[in-house]
């Protein structure tokens, strides 16, 4: 008898243990890192930073009552992969939390990365970009996520490549299938917005590869779609 007494009584704190675990985990609030250049900061074709997608996902997970924080201090134009690797590996302190890239990260629920359009652009403003300078960009972009998973169990979302002026198709067509793999092989999650991006209404002028607020909302709706 006194087995099946502590048989009962195992198993009715296990019970107890459950609905605590569940009870603490589904009001956990979420803690939100982005990542990127200055398409993810809101740069406009006007050299000045604009709302971003950062700013709708923010008003939206706060209207939830779901955020506890969003940090998008590592968005900012001209931010290239080497140097956000580099930034990883010296540890840097973001000044408004006195906290690491690496502690931001390890406590990230959600992380957006969303860098390397901007880079690319630049790069194709000057030359046809070749095969082993995609390569070379494709290799530092999954070391970067390689980086980032050592330290973070967050659900990450990595933000597609699109056409415009200055980047082709067939590249941009390269650099999504690539990615898109290398979410499959690190169970991340890929939003191809490509096709989005064809609505000129979402940009300034035809040279303007920044898109504008109505194309940031467009993209929140997809981001929060998407997870």
């Known amino acids: 008898m006194r087995r099946k007494y502590k048989l009962i009584i195992i198993i009715f704190l296990s019970i107890v243990l459950a609905y605590f675990i569940y009870f603490f985990n589904k009001d956990e609030k979420l803690n939100i890192v982005s990542l990127g250049d200055g398409i993810s900061s809101g740069e406009t074709f006007y050299n000045i930073d604009g709302i971003s997608y950062n700013n709708y996902l923010k008003e939206y997970f706060e209207g939830k009552n779901i955020l506890k924080s969003y940090n998008s201090n590592f968005s900012y134009k001209n931010y290239k992969i080497e140097e956000m690797l580099k930034d990883l590996n010296n540890n840097i302190i973001d000044k408004n939390s006195d906290l690491t890239i690496k ?9 957006i990365i969303n860098i390397g359009e901007e880079e690319l ?3 194709a403003m000057t030359n046809d970009l070749t095969k082993e300078e995609l390569e070379k960009f494709l290799n530092s972009y999954e070391m970067l996520i390689q980086e980032i998973k050592k330290v973070s169990e967050a659900k990450i979302v990595l933000i597609g490549f699109y056409e415009n002026k200055y980047l082709n198709k067939s590249n941009v067509i390269i650099l999504n299938s690539e990615i898109s793999n290398m979410a499959l092989k ?32 467009e993209l929140a709706e997809v981001i929060i779609h998407s997870i």
């Open 186 to 217: 690190y169970n991340l999650i890929f939003i191809n917005v490509i096709d989005l991006m064809l609505n000129k209404e979402y940009f300034a002028n035809e040279d303007s590869f920044y898109y504008n607020y109505l194309g940031h909302k």
């Open 121 to 123: 652009v630049k790069m």
């Open 103 to 111: 502690q931001i990260l390890h406590k990230a629920n959600l992380i």
